[in-house]
């Protein structure tokens, strides 16, 4: 609609050429505002293309100039970059902006997924949150396809909240890895109460087991085992004998 505009009246984009006084309003009321990027890649093919990486140096020159006038951004990423390129992304952006707080819409790492989009934005995500984004867009899995719905929302939310924490533990940020480890402990003490309420999405994770004890009339939560290898071949339950054995 800019390109359009700009265009017809042959004229430079006016939030370009406004830039300093837009810094000035934020200033005043400490807004911190988004750079965004109408020129980042709509496919795998386009990623680091010449548009989107001059683009970026423009909003490194904008990211400067806000600053100088103590005005807090962000600046908006790419949505579609194959995963060998998404560290460089990341780097470029560090450079060119300063360091100002860097989000990606996923990426997405394939353009041959449409229905998953959720899942192909979340394996981007994670590289792009190891290598230095500081937060990630959700992708719904009707993205290019449709406008989501309730339930669309809430698979691209989760998986882009797997996404984050993957990264945040590779990158050892806080007690990122605690909660993995509880649930571990749970998983493995087959405490299935707090291997279900540690997990990420209890909801789905509640739904599936009692699902899948009802099917198999194993109705015990105290179980030793779940139906996925069966009691005879659950390795964790063995591996509990074992160790009985061996105390013994
Ligand atoms: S049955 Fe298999 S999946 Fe289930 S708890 Fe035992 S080892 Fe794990």
Redesign the pocket.
């Known amino acids: 609609m800019l390109a359009k505009w700009m265009t017809i009246h042959n004229k430079q984009n006016p939030f370009y050429e406004l830039f300093d006084d837009i810094c000035d309003i934020m200033a005043e009321y400490d807004v911190c505002f988004s750079l965004g990027d109408g020129l980042r890649p709509g496919c795998i093919a386009d990623a680091a293309d010449k548009a989107q990486l001059s683009e970026l140096k423009t909003l490194g020159e904008l990211t400067q100039r806000a600053q100088e006038r103590n005005c807090q951004v962000m600046v908006e990423g790419p949505g579609h970059v194959p995963f060998n390129q998404i560290e460089k992304n990341m780097k470029l952006q560090q450079k060119y902006c300063n360091h100002a707080p860097f989000y990606v819409l996923g990426p997405l790492v394939t353009d041959i997924a449409p229905g998953y989009d959720h899942i192909t934005s979340a394996i981007g995500g994670t590289a792009a949150g190891f290598y230095g984004a500081s937060y990630l867009c959700y992708v719904t899995p009707k993205e290019h396809l449709g406008l989501p719905d309730i339930d669309d929302v809430r698979q691209g939310v989760v998986a882009a909240k797997i996404a984050a924490h993957a990264a945040d533990v590779a990158r050892g940020f806080g007690n990122a890895s605690q909660r993995d480890k509880q649930l571990s402990i749970a ?1 493995a003490g ?1 405490d299935w109460k707090n291997h279900i309420e540690l997990s990420l999405d209890p909801k789905t994770a509640g739904k599936f087991h009692q699902e899948a004890c009802k099917k198999s009339g194993k109705t015990s939560e105290k179980d030793d ?7 005879d ?5 063995i591996n509990k004998e074992l160790a009985k054995a061996y105390k013994k």
């Open positions: 998983r087959f085992f779940c139906t996925m290898c069966g009691k071949w659950c390795s964790m339950r």
